[in-house]
């Protein structure tokens, strides 16, 4: 007797493929995950993990964005143990005319902010100096490390992994995707997800649909663990910092990371993030800190800098995006509710034919 469950194959196991895989899975999908090196081995690996809608290209971006924190919160009523937290965020990386404009631009959209005053953040923040005159306190904003929270939505799902496998291509049948093409032999299924960030475009540009991506290095450092140091996520001059469930802080390299549009990492590794551990070590002078540890992961970032999330061709659905730990909870329900028929109009400025029109 034929099995009635849809088949459905996801190629990447990062916290987007992870997250879809989870809601198909409750949804009664039968789910596959490929990845040619495990889980969130890529991107998803390498995150400062932050949650938030605070940075955002657009309107549309900033109601997908926050409903993504929606969607982390509402993840975890159903995920076991996850580990998501949220601390809230600590903003003071502009001037105090700057700030109250971004301040009275978020709250305009609906968001959640609250102006501090130098005490306030002195009080929140004890072992920073200088205390800066003021900051904006984010308070819904949220931290998550995005590997961990792949493989618990992995296990919860009760789906397949593959490991080591890699999809060399897509199978097309009479117009529709009908499976993934592994240097194995062919994988069939009725549903295919392409979740593998910077690695979508060679899979589905040869199937006539267009994927430009940035080429948006990054580098993510961590010191050795510490006792509590900041709650908060922080959001400074010198950089975004927070601190783990390890203790420990991460820093990316790049100040502003977020809008950070380089498109290369010039020079090594270690040199960037002494630059760094020394601009951390301005803000908090009472500690003692190095790096332990540097991580260099590139960004999937579309080439109009939004999200694609959507279907591309019966049978095939892509979800390529930075940021993807805000939006992994998102594109999960959503590509899970789509692929059951249910139209979803927020993906309305973020489908795949955008770019070829």
Same mark, same amino acid.
């Given at each position: 007797m034929?099995?009635?469950?849809p088949?459905?194959?996801?190629?990447?196991?990062?916290?987007?493929?992870?997250?879809?895989?989870?809601?198909?899975?409750r949804?009664?999908?039968?789910?596959?995950?490929l990845? &040619? /090196?495990?889980?969130? !081995?890529?991107?998803? $690996? *390498?995150?400062? =993990?932050?949650?938030? %809608?605070?940075?955002? @290209?657009?309107?549309?971006?900033?109601?997908?964005?926050?409903?993504g924190?929606?969607?982390?919160?509402?993840?975890?009523?159903?995920?076991?143990?996850c580990?998501?937290?949220?601390?809230?965020?600590?903003?003071?990386?502009?001037?105090?005319?700057?700030?109250d404009?971004?301040?009275?631009?978020?709250?305009a959209?609906g968001?959640?902010?609250?102006?501090?005053?130098?005490?306030?953040?002195?009080r929140?923040?004890?072992?920073?100096a200088?205390?800066?005159?003021?900051?904006?306190?984010?308070?819904?904003?949220?931290?998550?490390?995005?590997?961990?929270?792949?493989?618990?939505?992995?296990?919860?799902s009760?789906?397949?992994?593959?490991?080591?496998? &890699? /999809?060399?291509?897509? !199978?097309?049948?009479? $117009? *529709?995707?009908? =499976?993934?093409?592994? %240097?194995?032999?062919? @994988?069939?299924?009725?549903?295919?997800?392409?979740?593998?960030?910077?690695?979508?475009?060679?899979?589905?540009?040869?199937?006539?649909?267009?994927?430009?991506m940035?080429?948006?290095?990054?580098?993510?450092?961590?010191?050795?663990?510490?006792?509590?140091v900041a709650?908060?996520?922080?959001?400074?001059?010198?950089?975004?910092?927070?601190?783990?469930?390890?203790?420990?802080?991460?820093m990316?390299?790049?100040?502003?990371?977020?809008?950070?549009?380089?498109?290369?990492?010039?020079?090594?590794?270690?040199?960037?993030?002494?630059?760094?551990?020394?601009?951390?070590?301005?803000?908090?002078?009472?500690?003692?800190?190095?790096?332990?540890?540097?991580?260099? /992961?590139?960004?999937?970032?579309p080439?109009? $800098?939004?999200?694609?999330?959507?279907?591309?061709?019966?049978?095939?659905?892509?979800?390529?995006?930075?940021?993807?730990?805000?939006?992994?909870?998102?594109a999960?329900e959503?590509?899970?509710?789509?692929m059951?028929?249910?139209?979803?109009?927020?993906?309305?400025?973020?489908?795949?034919?955008r770019?070829?029109?």
């Amino acid at each position: 007797m034929p099995n009635a469950r849809p088949q459905t194959l996801i190629i990447g196991a990062g916290v987007i493929g992870a997250a879809i895989a989870f809601q198909l899975a409750r949804r009664g999908h039968a789910v596959t995950i490929l990845d &040619a /090196a495990g889980i969130g !081995a890529g991107a998803s $690996g *390498r995150s400062f =993990g932050w949650i938030n %809608a605070s940075f955002h @290209l657009s309107e549309a971006h900033y109601r997908l964005r926050a409903e993504g924190m929606a969607a982390h919160r509402r993840l975890a009523g159903t995920l076991p143990d996850c580990p998501t937290r949220w601390p809230g965020c600590l903003a003071f990386d502009q001037r105090a005319a700057e700030l109250d404009a971004e301040g009275a631009r978020l709250a305009a959209l609906g968001y959640r902010v609250e102006r501090l005053t130098a005490a306030q953040v002195a009080r929140r923040v004890p072992a920073l100096a200088p205390v800066p005159d003021g900051a904006l306190f984010f308070p819904d904003e949220g931290a998550v490390d995005a590997a961990d929270l792949a493989r618990r939505l992995i296990a919860a799902s009760g789906g397949r992994l593959l490991r080591g496998l &890699a /999809a060399t291509a897509l !199978a097309r049948t009479d $117009g *529709r995707v009908t =499976g993934v093409v592994t %240097a194995q032999g062919l @994988l069939p299924a009725d549903h295919v997800v392409v979740a593998a960030g910077g690695g979508a475009p060679a899979l589905v540009e040869p199937l006539g649909i267009p994927l430009p991506m940035l080429s948006r290095p990054g580098l993510i450092l961590a010191t050795r663990p510490l006792p509590p140091v900041a709650a908060d996520i922080l959001v400074t001059s010198a950089g975004e910092v927070r601190q783990d469930r390890a203790g420990r802080l991460l820093m990316p390299t790049a100040a502003g990371h977020q809008g950070d549009a380089a498109e290369s990492v010039a020079g090594l590794p270690p040199d960037h993030a002494d630059a760094a551990i020394t601009r951390l070590r301005e803000l908090f002078p009472v500690l003692t800190l190095d790096w332990a540890d540097v991580a260099l /992961a590139q960004r999937p970032v579309p080439g109009d $800098g939004l999200p694609v999330i959507g279907a591309a061709l019966p049978g095939l659905w892509l979800a390529v995006m930075h940021s993807g730990v805000t939006l992994a909870a998102v594109a999960g329900e959503a590509v899970a509710r789509e692929m059951d028929g249910v139209e979803e109009p927020l993906l309305a400025p973020f489908r795949p034919g955008r770019f070829t029109r």
